[in-house]
């Protein structure tokens, strides 16, 4: 059997069923049961592998693996983070069939073990460590302490490449925090959610909601001229489209960064999209009278042939086959995003 590598995201609602958010679908684990497994269910392309076993618990707690809660007041999408799944030490989670390339990662947590409301539970303690792709990308991570409070969404933001098609994230207990709280065996890593989409699908989505900053390292923080950075990264899109006839040239990128030509904005006609992500030639787009125009140095704008009701280029993750992923949950604005309204409007649940 050949896999072939066509994916671009994947969407999983951890020790859950499959619920739809934002036309998002996010398949469900829950599936899976309990206890130490190796489950790489059929039709997605996924696969989760738990190891170790809640020994000093006496039995008591065969259902550890999975985790839910009643107390959804302080959540949105409660729907997504009322479940969980959990491992007494480690939890691995695998993509596979990736199109290699950069990634963006997102982990999706909520404490629901611990309740704040009861004196007792307030001085539970879970921590663990994250890898992505063998990095440790954070040591001893505590959900309750980042998300201020237990019942809040915490949602975590990392970078990826995919070199070999494959994408492994990893959560590893390394004995500390509290085992007692609130009965004997409750510790290890615990995740609500994870959602992983293509960069540049990400950047075209950004670009749209008017957040390209957020694509830029915060570490930076203030230390760097925001114009000149958006003008870079809109001449970055433009020049990753897949179909070489409407990249620009080299000589009209050094004119759109020394801004001696102005750099037009993504269409937002969905249409212009086929399904592998590629830019259809405009000549196709009979619906708007537009023609393809391949770009010239000497031409004061991109394209002019374009109708004025659109920009240059349009992103609609509807269109694009198995991208759902344009659509998080929430904009990104920095690497760690914590999320405490209440909002389940948006959601349908579908029953796996």
């Given at each position: 059997m050949i896999l072939v590598a066509d994916y671009q995201s994947l969407h999983i609602n951890c020790g859950g069923q499959d619920v739809t958010i934002k036309n998002t679908k996010y398949e469900g684990d829950r599936f899976a049961g309990n206890g130490a497994t190796l489950n790489y269910p059929g039709g997605t392309n996924w696969g989760f592998i738990s190891t170790g076993d809640f020994m000093d618990d006496g039995g008591g707690n065969d259902n550890g693996y999975t985790l839910s809660t009643n107390h959804t007041s302080f959540m949105n999408f409660p729907e997504l983070y009322s479940t969980a799944r959990a491992s007494p030490l480690v939890l691995t989670y695998n993509g596979y069939c990736l199109e290699n390339g950069n990634y963006t990662v997102n982990l999706h947590f909520a404490e629901i073990s611990f309740n704040d409301d009861e004196l007792y539970n307030r001085v539970g303690r879970r921590i663990f460590n994250i890898y992505v792709q063998g990095r440790l990308e954070q040591k001893d991570f505590n959900i309750r302490e980042e998300a201020n409070g237990t019942g809040k969404v915490i949602i975590k933001r990392f970078n990826a490449t995919v070199a070999n098609n494959t994408l492994e994230i990893r959560l590893y207990w390394a004995g500390k925090g509290t085992v007692y709280i609130p009965k004997t065996g409750n510790y290890g890593p615990l995740i609500s959610a994870i959602s992983v989409s293509d960069q540049i699908v990400t950047a075209f989505d950004l670009q749209q909601k008017g957040n390209l900053m957020d694509l830029v390292d915060e570490n930076l923080a203030n230390e760097f001229n925001k114009k000149?950075?958006?003008?870079?990264?809109?001449?970055?899109?433009?020049?990753?489209?897949?179909?070489?006839?409407?990249?620009?040239?080299?000589?009209?990128?050094?004119?759109?960064?020394?801004?001696?030509?102005?750099?037009?904005?993504?269409?937002?006609?969905?249409?212009?999209?086929?399904?592998?992500?590629?830019?259809?030639?405009?000549?196709?787009?009979?619906?708007?009278?537009?023609?393809?125009?391949?770009?010239?140095?000497?031409?004061?704008?991109?394209?002019?042939?374009?109708?004025?009701?659109?920009?240059?280029?349009?992103?609609?993750?509807?269109?694009?086959?198995?991208?759902?992923?344009?659509?998080?949950?929430?904009?990104?604005?920095?690497?760690?995003?914590?999320l405490n309204q209440k909002d389940s409007s948006s959601i349908s649940h579908h029953s796996s």
């Open positions: 000149e950075a958006e003008r870079m990264i809109k001449v970055a899109l433009l020049s990753c489209n897949a179909t070489p006839s409407l990249r620009p040239t080299m000589t009209e990128v050094v004119s759109m960064l020394e801004e001696q030509t102005d750099i037009q904005d993504v269409i937002s006609d969905p249409s212009i999209y086929n399904g592998d992500l590629q830019l259809k030639p405009l000549e196709d787009q009979s619906s708007t009278g537009s023609s393809t125009q391949k770009f010239s140095s000497d031409q004061t704008s991109l394209l002019r042939s374009t109708t004025s009701a659109h920009d240059l280029y349009s992103i609609n993750s509807e269109s694009i086959r198995g991208l759902t992923s344009a659509h998080d949950l929430y904009p990104l604005s920095s690497n760690t995003i914590s």
